[in-house]
């Protein structure tokens, strides 16, 4: 079977990671690293022993497949003209910048009969996938995903930056529409939210609260889940899950603190978490879920099927972060009206950046790069 040709869009530090991935797989062939900075696209094209282009227009009939790894402005202008050409798309998170640009970037996918994966590349994680079966309809989500600054994505905030990871988690497991949002945020840097905080409520009454922060002294990656019969606490980073599964006992009502003897509170003050809530460790081995992630692009391309991660499941994610930013926008720190709102404190002009330019001053659109590099989020 012949390898997929595929290039890599975007030669900053993700784009990177991926060229040596592809570059090592051999169910794809590297077509080229795409990048309009000469000494990234240089650097990566040699490590990975394939050709240097300042921007896509060459690649016409080259390539069957592409990885889009630029900053999230620029995903929605390459994803369509790639997708008109019949290409193949992997785009990192977030899809894109808007939902409205998601939108038409999955119906033009879909016209063109193409893949579209969007890389959330928590859904490959063997901690999530040890935790899953015990915590089917989840009722209540706690995640926190926290780092420093990476001086990388600028173009977005935190919401878009890492909650969206788990927004898209949560949406994956809670298959109900959501009900009602409230978030807040708080700007450190000026440009965008750089801490935010959601809670969603969803038709089917479970709740979700969600945290995220890119200023942070320390870096986690947490998700909390409870269910009617178990809860799963997941370490993304340790690749460790713990499952509390309580007793029947306590699942049927029939343990009635209230009536314990002395005798009773005293034996279950020792043994009352092993016999009614034990609790399980579940280690899992590490993987290269980058490599996971391609390997399930390329299979998804010759079967014909859909991949793990949709242009529809990445498109809903983004409607939800715009409904968080919205409400970020809108929020209040003062009881006194006319007080400061938003993460600024201030008002914004717009929640999410515009994709290709902002014209609303001038009328004209002044000249970009077709793209600039991204950087792992």
């Not at 092993?274 to 460790?281: A, D, I, T, V």
Request: with cysteine; charged share 25%; net charge negative.
């Amino acid at each position: 079977m012949k390898p997929i040709r595929m290039a890599v869009i975007g030669a900053g530090r993700l784009g990177g990671f991926h060229a040596q991935k592809a570059a090592a797989s051999k169910n794809i062939e590297l077509v080229a690293v795409v990048d309009p900075v000469a000494e990234n696209r240089n650097q990566v094209a040699s490590e990975c022993n394939t050709m240097p282009l300042h921007d896509i227009r060459p690649l016409d009939s080259l390539i069957d497949a592409a990885v889009i790894a630029s900053p999230t402005k620029y995903h929605h202008r390459l994803g369509m003209d790639l997708v008109e050409r019949g290409v193949h798309l992997l785009v990192e998170k977030p899809l894109c910048a808007t939902f409205a640009e998601a939108d038409e970037l999955v119906e033009a996918a879909n016209r063109q009969g193409v893949v579209l994966q969007v890389g959330h590349v928590e859904q490959f994680s063997p901690a999530l996938a040890s935790a899953l079966p015990y915590v089917q309809e989840p009722k209540y989500i706690e995640a926190v995903r926290a780092g420093g600054f990476t001086f990388r994505s600028t173009d977005i905030g935190v919401v878009m930056d890492l909650m969206i990871h788990d927004i898209d988690l949560v949406l994956s497991m809670v298959k109900s529409p959501v009900r009602r949002v409230e978030a807040m945020g708080l700007s450190v840097l000026g440009g965008h939210e750089d801490v935010a905080n959601a809670r969603l409520h969803f038709q089917s009454g479970c709740v979700a609260n969600l945290s995220a922060s890119r200023v942070s002294p320390t870096a986690g990656r947490h998700m909390q889940i409870w269910s009617s019969r178990a809860y799963a606490n997941i370490d993304f980073g340790a690749l460790k899950t713990t499952v509390v599964e309580p007793s029947e006992a306590l699942l049927c009502r029939k343990f009635d603190v209230e009536k314990l003897t002395s005798e009773q509170v005293e034996y279950y003050k020792k043994n009352f978490q092993q016999e009614h809530l034990p609790q399980r460790e579940l280690q899992s081995d590490r993987v290269d879920a980058l490599t996971l992630q391609q390997g399930d692009f390329v299979d998804s391309i010759r079967a014909g099927r859909q991949p793990r991660v949709t242009g529809v499941q990445a498109r809903d994610a983004i409607a939800l972060a715009e409904q968080i930013l919205l409400k970020i926008q809108s929020h209040a720190w003062d009881e006194k009206s006319g007080g400061p709102v938003g993460p600024m404190a201030i008002p914004r002009k717009s929640v999410i950046p515009s994709p290709h330019w902002d014209n609303s001053h001038t009328g004209t659109a002044p000249v970009e790069s077709p793209f600039e590099r991204k950087e792992a989020g």
